[in-house]
């Protein structure tokens, strides 16, 4: 490694929670995502050059831009004696539910661990997105973190120590996910929930996480279906998503086999099964942001099983 190495990488978007796993159930798709072109220096620290796509709304300083606080974490991590210049290319908008400070602090990483002859593994990279994650939304939270950087469904079993785990998924899932244009933020979609719940909700929220992975894991897609319930944020939050159970409703009509929240909103996801499905219930929530005349970008993808990946430079 030396300074002037580059490299450009791709992290993709994640969908966090998936309806019954508040903070620990979460997976990445294919698009959108975010792009970072890093270039290391002799000087040491982040600099940021440009952020483009974010229409202004991101932190440029690089000790409150998630990229660069996890990207300064991992180079104090490795004592280096160098410092690197990023270029970020947002693809989605941060407040989407589509984990967006994620995507570029785990863009930043992946990118730095590249140049660096992948000197740390992604378990060891994983405190760093924590802590950028505490910096962008005041929470360490791991499910959209862990989702990009290790790609796959994960579950993260423990915060203390932390413990992340792939789960498998079916040869045939898909998901159709609508970010509507409309600014939901992390901070404050937590703030709206209580702080507490019921032994009764709890283990209801419990059993469908079991559920879930069961169904994941048995290729048992009625059983995803019916363990896709959330009791602990969705109630809350859907408040903030205009036409949430409008949507909702039209996606399992076409055919989805459920259908919640993705992240902390206001995206909203659906599991289906098949390509066909997801297309017909992505248009379905479509319909009902365009009757109610909000603007909203559809993204249907399987689950990506790779997470970041380098990209080559075109001819400018
Ligand atoms: N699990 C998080 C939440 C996802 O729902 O607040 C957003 O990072």
Same mark, same amino acid.
Not at 229 to 233: E, P, V
């Given at each position: 490694m030396k300074p002037g190495d580059r490299i450009k990488v791709f992290a993709p978007a994640t969908v966090a929670n998936v309806a019954c796993g508040y903070d620990i159930l979460g997976f990445a798709i294919d698009f959108p995502g975010d792009e970072l072109i890093m270039e290391l220096t002799e000087k040491k620290g982040v600099e940021i050059v440009d952020i483009v796509g974010d229409g202004g709304v991101l932190p440029r300083n690089p000790l409150t831009n998630s990229a660069s606080v996890a990207i300064m974490d991992y180079l104090n991590y490795i004592h280096a004696d160098f410092g690197c210049k990023i270029w970020i290319k947002k693809m989605m908008p941060s407040g989407s539910g589509l984990g967006s400070s994620a995507a570029s602090a785990v863009a930043g990483v992946y990118a730095v661990n590249m140049l660096c002859n992948e000197k740390l593994t992604k378990h060891e990279m994983l405190p760093f997105l924590l802590n950028s994650e505490k910096v962008a939304c005041g929470s360490a939270i791991a499910d959209n973190v862990a989702a990009s950087l290790f790609g796959g469904f994960i579950l993260v079993r423990s915060y203390e120590p932390l413990d992340v785990i792939n789960i498998p998924v079916p040869e045939d899932l898909w998901c159709a996910v609508i970010n509507p244009q409309v600014i939901v933020l992390t901070r404050e979609a937590r703030e709206i929930l209580p702080k507490e719940i019921s032994i009764t909700k709890s283990v209801r929220q419990g059993a469908n996480v079991g559920g879930l992975i069961v169904g994941l894991l048995r290729g048992d897609y009625d059983l995803i279906g019916r363990s896709l %319930?959330?009791? %602990?944020?969705e109630p809350y939050r859907s408040k903030l998503i205009p036409g949430f159970y409008d949507m909702k409703e039209a996606a399992i009509h076409a055919g989805a086999l459920g259908s919640s929240i993705s992240g902390s909103g206001p995206s909203v996801f659906a599991l289906c099964k098949g390509e066909e499905t997801a297309r017909k219930a992505g248009n379905a929530m479509k319909a009902v942001m365009d009757k109610m005349g909000i603007e909203a970008n559809v993204y249907v993808s399987k689950v990506n099983p790779t997470g970041p990946k380098a990209l080559p430079f075109m001819e400018e």
């Open positions: %319930i959330d009791y %602990i944020a």
